[in-house]
């Protein structure tokens, strides 16, 4: 027994020198694959063939935005991959039934999964995404977008603030700071988001914000709200059933879409809650098609596509030059508001403070 | 011999007692619907999100011990049963109307009747917010000019307005459920009365009322658990005026924005919901069971309604008609038009007529997606219908006719799927099929998925139809055919299924419909196989663009209007052969 076992430590001593030639060799020969490994990549997509995009409709400008992209996408890549969209649930439930289909051992329902803040930490706690060496294949797409090892990839930056109807009640796009909102005045014709996951994320990132201020805010601001409307909904303000909406979720993207429609809606960006936040994308490992799912991010997120996909999606990153997203925070920056970045990274420690923030402020909202 | 018809031997070499196979076939039923519920009840228990695998009260007390709660619950109970008032207080008068006189051009109510089914519940909700908005309210905003109002008198986000503007739907659905009533109906009952000289007025309280209450009771209690869970109009006009119901707070509690949605909520409040669905189930069968002899209005002895002659009345009664279809119909209808023709909804105005484009349309029927959705979509219309009606009659004639003991058993279970919030329900199917039917029949993001939900969801509607017509058609009938020696398939076929003619026509029609419209359960279930309709049209509103949405929708009604045209004309030929003496 004994011999046997200094046997084996002698067979790993001897078998060490070889091993580690072998070793310099396959790290070298990864070098080679890296610098191809995009090539790789449009092959094994070549091979899938199609591609699953399941999620809320606006995340990829709707079909025709979907249509859009597969166009660009085929002819950049000389592919001629079918793409399926469907309208799916909101992220949350997208996101619920990926990690569900995951634990039940079958292929995920998308082949990209588009997620919030809160969302992609929950599913990166339950190891459902995949590690994308996103700069190795994409290089342009540089550092700060990718988050986490590359589980997830910043697609647009949501920038918080208010929304108004610029004909009824032009007088909005006055507002510097949050208590400017409380003016009596306006009782009655405002609305705000029955959810509050943007504000406590808010509270606990954003300079000069704190709970207890933003608790005395939203006791005074729901005395004068009318109603609750989603994210989402600004048609409601053009419309004239409500004048002014606060805090929405992303002011950049329902402002350029209203330009689209000639719908007459503005909006206005507090300086004492200037922050801006990200939407992401990821690959679930249990893709369907993986390649295809990383070569068409990679695709949509370079200048190139990201052209096809903000006209069509009016979402937009402010880290891509000549963005709308980039000229707005440029252009608010110029102004003297000062943005503050909440990336899931920074915020993966204060996920369950954030939790009880939130359900503070959403009490109040409920009286 | 019935109706003048001679009913022939069975021409059947082997002479089969079908009993145990109905007996079989809805014990078989009625497992997978209790399977379903225990699933329901273990998701109350399953901590978010759904498969994480540990079991938790935590659903129960974040549920509970909200006082905020207990308000909402008072909310929904009000905003309910005025639901079902205004539901009752159109449906039962227009179904006597139009089964029990000779009011001329009736058939065309049930053309309107069923066209308005398919209009999308949110849709309809902003078409009121255009007419009875305090500011952009077209009613208010000719009160203003008229009166000086500073501000509309008439408020639609209120609980007595949006109880007005969902029982203004649900009307429809009250008029399915009450109409075969009336339709079965022996006349001589009534003609008794005139004949002791009653008046009409009393007559229908005395005679009418009395002998359809087990269904309008039961139309009742299915129109009030609709009201509790409805979702589209209190969450576009209730939220909008900060006024919680039960729906839109488990909504709003269950699915956070930002984070998963927490099916342990939604299960928990199921249960409450399943509480209440047994206590109104519980004073259900207390009716049902007094029926047995009181209710009975078709019988062997000359079954011939004769329709109350209305005279001049006419005009009146289709003055009342034409005011709710223009309040429930016409104008949402109308207004849908008007909203896909505009690039955004906006009040009217001139410029906004000037800005009229089929746009919406020629990118609906571009759709790629939208024909493969209108392909699903129609295999659930005629699949979904036709297997519910088949196993809710057969279930209905076990709680009905059969005399098994327990049998009200499977009643209940027929009508629990309509106690949990369908979206529940949805998630529970996904999670089974997704868990524990993945290898042995795969499922999960199939068409057939959504048939076989569909089909289990609304067996509860069908069967309360089929419960009621049952009960009008005495057993003296099928006693004679047993007695001359028929069997039980035999008494079935060439008595009940004739009979129950119009009730199984309507019925399959109403299925088909909800089954065309059906939205919360498809967000669960939908994969990129199983696209419906319905789904792109929520895909529009999802995505913020109603006047997409209401494009498609219309387009999507226009597609089902085939199917109801050939409904009014064959629908009402097999009344008209059903009831020829």
């Known amino acids: 027994m004994r011999s046997s076992i200094y046997g084996n430590r002698y067979a790993s001593v001897r078998w060490a020198g070889p091993f580690l030639v072998l070793l310099s060799i396959v790290a070298t020969s990864e070098t080679a694959k890296g610098q191809n490994s995009l090539q790789e990549l449009v092959s094994a997509s070549k091979k899938e063939g199609r591609l699953v995009l399941m999620s809320g409709p606006s995340t990829w400008g709707f079909e025709r935005g979907v249509k859009a992209l597969e166009q660009a996408f085929n002819q950049k890549f000389g592919l001629t991959t079918q793409v399926r969209f469907v309208p799916g649930p909101d992220m949350g439930r997208m996101a619920a039934s990926v990690l569900d289909e995951q634990r039940a051992g079958q292929k995920s329902s998308t082949d990209i999964l588009a997620s919030g803040l809160d969302h992609v930490l929950r599913l990166i706690k339950a190891e459902t995404l995949e590690s994308v060496p996103w700069n190795k294949y994409f290089p342009e797409l540089g550092g700060e977008r990718v988050e986490f090892g590359g589980q997830i990839v910043q697609f647009y930056t949501q920038i918080y603030g208010g929304l108004y109807n610029t004909k009824m009640l032009p007088d909005a796009g006055k507002i510097r700071r949050m208590d400017d909102l409380l003016n009596p005045k306006w009782k009655g014709v405002m609305a705000a988001p029955p959810y509050a996951g943007g504000p406590a994320r808010a509270v606990v990132a954003v300079p000069g914000l704190d709970l207890e201020r933003m608790k005395n805010f939203y006791r005074r601001y729901n005395s004068l709200l009318a109603g609750f409307i989603r994210c989402g909904e600004e048609e409601r303000i053009a419309s004239g059933e409500f004048l002014l909406f606060f805090p929405a979720c992303d002011i950049l993207s329902s402002i350029v879409e209203a330009k689209s429609k000639r719908m007459p809606l503005g909006g206005f960006v507090p300086e004492d809650f200037a922050a801006i936040e990200y939407k992401y994308w990821s690959v679930p490992r249990n893709a369907p098609n993986p390649s295809t799912a990383k070569l068409w991010v990679g695709f949509a997120l370079s200048r190139e596509g990201n052209r096809v996909y903000e006209q069509h999606s009016h979402n937009s990153s402010h880290l891509i030059e000549g963005s709308e997203a980039s000229r707005y925070v440029n252009e608010m920056t110029r102004k003297g508001i000062r943005f503050t970045s909440l990336r899931a990274t920074e915020q993966q420690h204060g996920l369950e403070a954030i939790l009880q923030v939130r359900k503070e402020i959403e009490d109040i909202l409920k009286r | ?581």
């Open chain 2, 1 to 581: 011999m019935m109706n003048g018809t001679t009913i022939s031997q069975p021409r059947w070499p082997i002479r089969l007692d079908a009993r145990p196979f109905l007996i079989a076939i809805s014990g078989v039923v009625v497992l997978i619907l209790t399977a379903l519920l225990l699933g329901v009840i273990l998701m109350s228990f399953r901590a978010p999100p759904a498969g994480g695998g540990h079991y938790t009260l935590n659903g129960y007390r974040d549920v509970f011990q909200d006082p905020f709660t207990y308000k909402v619950f008072l909310n929904t109970a009000l905003f309910s049963i005025m639901t079902v008032a205004v539901a009752l207080f159109v449906a039962v008068p227009l179904a006597w109307v139009v089964e029990r006189t000779d009011l001329p051009g009736k058939s065309l109510v049930y053309v309107l009747m069923s066209l308005g089914v398919l209009m999308p519940g949110f849709l309809t909700a902003m078409g009121w917010t255009f007419i009875a908005h305090p500011r952009i309210g077209l009613l208010n905003t000719l009160l203003m000019d008229l009166f000086g109002f500073e501000r509309g008198p008439i408020n639609i986000g209120t609980i007595p307005g949006m109880a007005f503007v969902q029982g203004l739907g649900l009307a429809a659905v009250s008029f399915i459920l009450v109409a075969p009533l009336y339709r079965a109906m022996d006349g001589s009952l009534e003609e008794a009365g005139a004949v002791h000289g009653m008046r009409i007025v009393r007559r229908l309280w005395s005679i009418t009322v009395p002998l359809t209450l087990p269904g309008i009771v039961a139309a009742s209690i299915y129109i009030l658990i609709l009201a509790m869970s409805a979702f589209e109009v209190p969450a576009f006009l209730g939220l909008a005026n900060k006024i919680f119901t039960f729906s839109t707070y488990i909504y709003i509690q269950a699915n956070p924005h930002e984070e998963l949605p927490r099916y342990d909520m939604m299960g928990a409040t199921s249960m409450l919901m399943i509480f209440v669905a047994l206590l109104l189930t519980w004073g259900y069968f207390r009716i049902l069971k007094a029926s047995h002899h009181r209710y009975a209005v078709v019988t062997g002895r000359g079954y011939r309604p004769k329709l109350f002659e209305l005279g001049s009345r006419w005009l009146w009664v289709w003055c009342f008609i034409g005011l709710y279809f223009l309040l429930a119909k016409i104008l949402p209808l109308l207004l849908l038009v008007y909203i896909s023709l505009v690039p955004y909804p906006q009040p009217f105005s001139l410029a906004s007529f000037s800005e009229f484009s089929l746009e919406h349309y020629r990118l609906f029927l571009g759709s790629k997606l939208a024909r493969q959705a209108a392909l699903n979509t129609g295999l659930l219309v005629v699949v979904v219908p036709t297997v519910c009606v088949t196993i809710s009659f057969i279930l209905s004639w076990i709680v009905i006719r059969s005399r098994v003991a327990g049998s009200y058993l499977f009643d209940v279970a027929a009508f629990l799927p309509h106690a949990v919030p369908s979206i529940i329900f949805a998630v529970a199917a996904a999670y089974v099929a997704l868990f524990y039917l993945k290898d042995l029949l795969p499922l999960y993001g199939t068409i057939v998925l959504l048939m076989a939900v569909y089909t289990l969801v609304y067996i509860s509607l069908a069967t309360r139809g089929f419960n009621g017509a049952l009960l009008q058609i005495h057993r003296e009938l099928e006693e004679a055919a047993q007695v001359s020696g028929l069997r039980t398939g035999r008494v079935i076929l060439s008595i009940l299924v004739p009979l129950l003619a119009p009730a199984i026509v309507n019925l399959w029609l109403w299925i088909a419909l909800l089954s065309f419209r059906e939205l919360t359960m498809a967000s669960m279930l939908v994969k990129s196989g199983n696209v419906t309709l319905p789904m792109v049209v929520w895909g529009y509103w999802s995505g913020g663009q109603m006047s997409g949405a209401a494009a498609a929708a219309l387009v999507s009604i226009a597609l089902m209007v085939p199917l109801i045209i050939l409904y009014w004309l064959f629908g009402r030929r097999v009344q008209a052969v059903s009831v020829a003496p």
